[in-house]
């Protein structure tokens, strides 16, 4: 499995994802589930990825080619982040029907869905879920998050502490925070993470960094977090 | 959906359901998920209940004519706790197939689980989780709860914070704090909550309570919970 999660707050866009991925659970690998896509000051656009590797790997890799080529429609050339989302839900909804058209009765098992999120120079800033058949949802001011993958988990703490006006330095606490409470409980999302911010109308990546599960940071940030919760426990009346 | 979880504890058994069943999101009702059994001195078992309302409804009805009984094989004539989670097991499975073999494709909707926990004189106290087919598993000391229903959301504060040597009171604030977080971030798990305690070696219900929706106590432990996470939040430095 997988945990991705992105906030679309009013300074930026913060993204955050793990980068487990298993077949079974005697076969697991660290894969990397988010791209990221930057023409500095026209565009910046962040994809993460959950579900079927073939289908994620090969829906990414048709994208790039389409970037490469200048003639296609592709999620650079898209004149809006709607229209980068259409062209994601094309891309993954037809790799989905390939794979799945090879596969017979397991077919059910190619589904993927994605994340994207991003601006366009003199455009909003807009974060999408695509489904593995292409459509989409999107983030707005009273459901400011989006997740894939194993998102349970980590809901409580987005549900009480993200809201449009979230800082960015709080955001990263949340999505930190809430992926420490979903690779406690769940094995098969694990460590490396890698966290991508997207500031507002910059048109980059303010920032991009993979936290290692040696990183200091975390590590305190998760130890700080679980002292706090049982602290906070037991500071309940009942 | 549902959320009913049990804590197996050295002082007792915490057991905490909620009562919201629904078909579809405009079909909403308030059904009890927890039957008690008991014979004062002799046994104290409890039973809580997750999935089809016509499997569970017909499978504790079964249990209750058999009870009638003299002569039939029953939870209250089973001669320890680990028979008695085989009665249940039976029971539920046979239902599942009675009722699934009127439904034909839509069979696999016939799907129930039950929690089923208590404590024969001289016997110990165990807890058993009983799934559809009638197999069960049964709560450790490394893993002293199990939940059933919508149980990801209330299950990283259960992992941070219960023991076996976790106190009564404690115990209680834990279930009641892991339901909140449940409540708040699925619409299909419902107030009023069912809570049960069954004290070790009493063979007795020691408490038990319906908690409404509007309980003074459960709504300033719920707003305190909030805000002590939002402090312990505001406290964490990345």
Redesign the interface.
């Known amino acids: 499995m997988t945990y991705c999660v992105g906030l679309l707050l009013n300074e930026g866009i913060v993204l955050l994802s793990d980068t487990r991925t298993n077949a079974g659970v005697d076969n697991i690998s660290t894969y990397r589930k988010m791209y990221t896509f930057v023409e500095p000051g026209e565009r910046a656009i962040a994809i993460m990825t959950a579900g079927s590797l073939s289908v994620t790997q090969t829906a990414i890799a048709r994208m790039d080619e389409a970037i490469a080529n200048p003639d296609a429609r592709s999620i650079m050339s898209a004149g809006t982040m709607l229209e980068v989302a259409e062209v994601v839900g094309e891309t993954l909804s037809d790799v989905t029907k390939q794979v799945r058209s090879r596969m017979g009765e397991s077919a059910q098992s190619a589904r993927a869905s994605m994340i994207v999120a991003g601006q366009r120079r003199n455009g909003a800033a807009r974060m999408f879920l695509i489904y593995p058949e292409g459509n989409f949802i999107e983030a707005t001011e009273d459901t400011p998050y989006l997740q894939i993958g194993e998102h349970?988990?980590g809901?409580?703490?987005l549900?009480?502490?993200v809201r449009p006006d979230t800082r960015i330095?709080?955001a990263?606490?949340?999505v930190?925070?809430s992926m420490d409470?979903t690779l406690?409980?769940n094995l098969s999302v694990g460590m490396p993470l890698d966290l991508c911010v997207i500031g507002i109308d910059t048109q980059q990546i303010t920032e991009q960094r993979r936290i290692e599960p040696e990183d200091e940071?975390?590590q305190?940030?998760s130890h700080?977090?679980?002292q706090?919760?049982?602290?906070?426990?037991q500071?309940?009346?009942?």
Not at 228 to 233: K, Q, S, V
Not at 235 to 238: A, M, P, S
């Open positions: 349970k988990y809901k409580p703490i549900d009480r502490v330095h709080d990263k606490k949340a930190l925070l409470s406690r409980s940071v975390f305190a940030m700080a977090w679980s706090a919760l049982r602290d906070a426990f500071g309940i009346e009942i």
